[in-house]
């Protein structure tokens, strides 16, 4: 059910991909990006993006990538998205355990998440329970629509 | 005597950039990275780099950048880099204010350094009477030479 992203399976997930974008709810994400763009960000950029699908439907995606270079290289940074029909079902779960084991097998030590929206429980939630601490917080880090100003949590976990 | 940096002045200051990512004490750059790497990095994704020239020497530079997008746009970072013989003048003060002076004048609100290894303490120092305060610590971040996996501080800076 996950496999590496195809383009096929990005334009697939764009407009769930847009819909997040555009809320500015939880992504630093340029609201306004094209799909190129945010290919290139979520895909291109980054080592590795999967898809988790079922019957051809996306219903989830995640990249993977190093978050720093030469001496900090051993930190991998990821980002995930879940389609709104699919949520509460375990998929974000499912995702980030499968970038564990991913980002192991590449020889990362460490993951990190440079900002985990204040407003975004759920996903502070999860993490907490799948073994990531708060290590930072960044005052006022992200200009939320309803809330304005709110903080950025900076989030990490030592991978064995 | 600090001006935007040119293709020339990086040139003049490739022997120090690579000294210092040779020597993999402050940097999370790949110690092994090409003068042309290192210029796109320094000089050409950032949004701006300036150099410190005395005699058409140069003695120090820095870059300017976002550090996210969208939502979190507001947020710059810099990076500092002064060649060893002219360290102890206060060249790297008068950079960071100069850098928050140009931050401002674009819109930015806060400035955010991502990785102030802990061994670095003439850093964390400076940074610190210059108003950036340790927000999180990333443990084991930073792999040194002489002192193994070491742990680097995220600093960061509300500009008015």
Not at 4 to 17: G, I, N, Y
Not at 78 to 100: F, K, P
């Amino acid at each position: 059910m996950i496999t590496e992203m195809t383009k096929q399976d990005f334009a697939l997930f764009w407009p769930t991909f847009e819909s997040i974008i555009k809320a500015q709810q939880t992504y630093a994400f340029d609201p306004d990006m094209s799909m190129k763009q945010a290919y290139q960000v979520w895909c291109q950029t980054p080592l590795k993006a999967f898809a988790f699908k079922v019957d051809d439907e996306v219903l989830g995606t995640y990249y993977l990538k190093a978050n720093a270079m030469g001496p900090s290289s051993h930190i991998c940074n990821c980002g995930y998205m879940v389609s709104a029909a699919a949520r509460g079902q375990g998929i974000a779960q499912t995702l980030c355990e499968h970038s564990q084991q991913v980002a192991k097998n590449l020889g990362f030590k460490a993951m990190q998440f440079n900002s985990v929206v204040s407003s975004n429980e759920g996903a502070i939630r999860l993490w907490k329970k799948l073994g990531y601490e708060i290590i930072g917080t960044i005052p006022k880090a992200y200009k939320h629509p309803q809330l304005g100003y709110i903080d950025s949590h900076i989030m990490h976990k030592l991978l064995d």
